[in-house]
């Protein structure tokens, strides 16, 4: 069983960044493409950005320039640098895991992300 721990969201102002990340404990975490979902109020989880094992990241259209997804593979670590925030980003933000050679897929609980004024 994997265990994905969200942490680092928080209350930001607009154009302020943000940094979270989420831990994988008890998982090969390489084999894993690792990634981040955010659901609003009233909306549909979307992808935020991806990245898989070997680096390889893609990221919503929305958050293009803005956001960086990384990983830290020897500390089984994903992050996400948020940039130049914007109210539209307010949403609960969560961990995923999805196997690249196995089907399995693991979701975090998430953390929230609020930007206001």
């Known amino acids: 069983q994997v265990q994905l721990v969200e942490s680092g969201g928080g209350l930001v102002q607009p154009g302020g960044s943000l940094n979270p990340s989420c831990a994988a404990l008890?998982?090969?975490?390489?084999?894993?493409?690792m990634g981040w979902y955010r659901q609003a109020p009233g909306k549909q989880r979307e992808l935020v950005a991806a990245?898989?094992?070997?680096?390889?990241?893609k990221y919503a259209d929305s958050v293009k320039g803005r956001f960086g997804i990384s990983r830290d593979n020897a500390k089984s670590t994903l992050y996400l640098q948020m940039n130049s925030l914007q109210p539209e980003d307010t949403a609960h933000y969560y961990c995923?895991?999805?196997?690249?050679?196995?089907?399995?897929?693991?979701w975090g609980r998430g953390t929230q992300v609020s930007v206001s004024s």
């Open positions: 995923n895991a999805r196997g690249e050679y196995i089907e399995r897929e693991f």
């Open positions: 008890g998982a090969v975490f390489r084999i894993y493409t």
């Open positions: 990245i898989t094992g070997s680096g390889y990241s």
